[in-house]
Nanobody, 121 residues
């Protein structure tokens, strides 16, 4: 069965960095787009970033553009989110999501359990 397991969350100071990882299994990883989304306390789910199956295109929300970088290693079945210049408003539970096709990053059929990111001094 499809499994998405996020890791790398934790506590970071404002201006700091973290790298999230999402290890995928149970499907042909290189055939699907992948995304990251987040949910801050008391707020709705926010799409953050997406990447096509072959890594040819990446997309970002305005709130993270220029600070976060999404990448993937199809040989390792893993998608990453490098987060830099972190702000307190980046505090959220971050989810990895599998898209339903290769050149899609906004329609999802599977989600991970999430990894908590807290940005605080």
């Amino acid at each position: 069965q499809v499994q998405l397991v996020e890791s790398g969350g934790g506590l970071a100071q404002p201006g700091g960095s973290l790298r999230l990882s999402c290890a995928a299994s149970g499907f042909t990883f290189g055939n699907y787009g992948m995304s990251w989304a987040r949910q801050a306390p008391g707020k709705g789910l926010e799409w953050v970033s997406g990447i096509y199956s072959d890594g040819s295109d990446t997309y970002y929300s305005d709130s993270v553009k220029g600070r976060f970088t999404i990448s993937r290693d199809n040989a390792k079945n893993t998608v990453y989110l490098q987060m830099s210049s972190l702000k307190p408003e980046d505090t959220a539970l971050y989810y990895c999501a599998k898209a339903h096709s290769n050149y899609d990053v906004v329609i999802f059929d599977y989600w991970g359990q999430g990894t908590q990111v807290t940005v605080s001094s």
